[in-house]
């Protein structure tokens, strides 16, 4: 008998992780992804020599602090991918997460651990990060709500990096309502919200690289966003071509995840798990002129999506090509899955602008999402139009 | 650049583990198996989940204490093949420690990373724990002196479990007159020593388990012991037959391996690796009355034995099959290898009683061990032992 049928948990020893005996967020209990430091507990990145690297970290990372500030109880560090690099939902270490709503199904990654805790009712929340689609790729796959906020909008100090130009710092739960409730916690307002009549957006280039069943079994739930918000007007959201985003996107993530953990793995050579050791192979591979040319583009990327939003621009996409691939698939196919994803997630990715995806759709029995991206600095202001979508749903 | 060549060391923390300033191993280095307790570090028996729930012992392991306690300096924890259940020399999470002597070949396990360490010169001495082979074929891989202990002679209290009444602690050194010196602590002397002029006994069948050009690159040395100690007797020394012995062992070794770690591993479901994944799978599906058959088989082996050797027989005999198989050989090939091994290791295994490799032949440029197997309790006397015959050699 499994002690943890979800998989999800890291089997630390239990330690006391102190609380508030109140705030906004009594009552409730989070998991937290390993590449936070939490007091008292090694962080191990879902590395084995990173574990036996780590010691026992002697500060809390603010953000977890933050919310035990909120009096949420922390109830375990959650298996990660390893060292965030992937986005299959399975550790060659330490496991595979299993998805609470399609247990068939892979959770995705990184932040596999949370999102099948969170799916399998173990932890009312839980904490993420995402660089290039790990949590909203889990939310998507799992029937969750989680959001890539602003890059920079929630700290990730006392966290193990990945892409730090890219890394950002999200969360999961089951219902909007509860998301927003740990929204005012880790986000406050927005300095500049969201005007209360938003301009929906429709990038039909997006939803162009979808398979006609998933555009389908979308098709209704955008629909009442379009009831909800208005007419979505049709744009283009990408610039060049999504085979340019996808390889710009994919140069900066390796540059940077390369000179995150190059040194470690130079040093140590630890054995890494199928897919990340050949990631991590081309990170290292990734020339000057491709990383100079990436830049320039995200400049260009980032100005070309801000004029398209304005501050009132809020686009309604897809979060993934479709509901999560079978645990039973190959390592190809998952790697062929986990390109065709980057396409649409690096919209969010490249431009660091604020991602939510919501679990409003389904096809074949399982999970899948749908997003709203909004310009930076309005998370607050996204959530806030998920929970009208929501509540429109509902009533 | 890797920090430690040999990928003979666990990379913890460094922490302060005090030693004696002076006494019979004041100035020498020691490495530890990750199987035994040292305070302030974790434990992790090679395996990530282990390593995850170890926390940071507060004792450290009495024959470690023992080594600190005689002046010797923990220099660190060595890698093991996971939960000690291979003798390949390599584990799926933590590496391939390198064999000093055969770098293209395989430096034997499970106490793959003590050997590691010792035969690339980076510590004078390292533990080793030896269940079916563990300290006695990395010993003969490496080009080491090793022993594997009377069963319960050197404590293994502190220290993880494989298969608690095969498991014994050895060591490993360079040389015959430092093993004396390590001897001399953790063993002292002999209640009942081998008298001063033994019987040597040469067991013509685990000779006959050897490939010709084997037994032709063993021969001068075997000469040399016979010139010392007097022409060696021919015995049988199997008891029924070798494949009897065989699956005795492995039911034996299988079922405790199974009670030590079938509950952690039904409870968390590791990704454990290739072959160690089949072992304990094949471990869990031993059946009682194997386990019964085995006991019994054990008894009157042991009494055979015993027998054959009175107070003075010392077995002449080959510790491994041949030289280590090459690092590019396959699982298959090396579980060949490991089978055709565990035929002439278990006549000590499922005796009890101790047996010494020596580093005194070699083949296609690897080393290749000799040993020497005595009655039980004879452990200082059979090093002495092999101190007048590499005095021998080297006279």
Known sequence: MLHDPARAFMPYPEVPVPHAPSGPLAGLRFGVKDLFDVAGLPTSGGQPFMLAMSGVKTRTAPTVQRLLDAGAAFAGKTVTDELAFSMNGSNAHFGAPVNGAAPDRISGGSSSGSAAAVSHGLVD???GTDTGGSVRAPASHCGLVGLRPTHGRVSLEGALDLAP?????????????LFARVADVLLGDDARPLPSRIRLLRPTDVWGLLAPEV??????????????????????????????????????????????????????????????????????????????????????FRAHLAALLGDDGVLLMPTMPDVAPLRSDTEAALEDYRNA????????????FPQLSLPFASRLG?????????PPGRDR???????????????
């Open 125 to 127: 929340f839980a904490l």
């Open 165 to 177: 130009s890219l890394d950002t710092c999200g969360w999961f739960t089951r219902d909007v309502p």
């Open 215 to 300: 555009a389908e079994a979308l098709a209704p739930v955008a629909a009442q966003a379009e009831a909800l918000f208005g007419a979505a007007a049709p744009v283009e959201a990408a610039f060049e071509s999504f085979d340019a985003m996808y390889w710009h996107f994919r140069h900066i993530q390796g540059r940077e995840a390369w000179m995150t953990d190059g040194d470690f793995i130079r040093r140590f050579a630890p054995p890494l798990g199928p897919g990340v050791a050949e990631r991590f192979a081309w990170s290292s591979r990734v020339g000057d002129d491709q990383v100079a040319a990436a830049a320039a583009f995200r400049v260009r």
């Open 341 to 352: 994803a980057i396409r649409m997630l690096c919209l969010s990715g490249l431009s660091g």
């Open 366 to 374: 399982a999970p899948l999402g749908i997003g709203l991206l909004a």
């Open 381 to 395: 202001s996204l959530v806030a139009l998920a929970e009208r979508w929501a509540a429109a749903r509902a009533g």
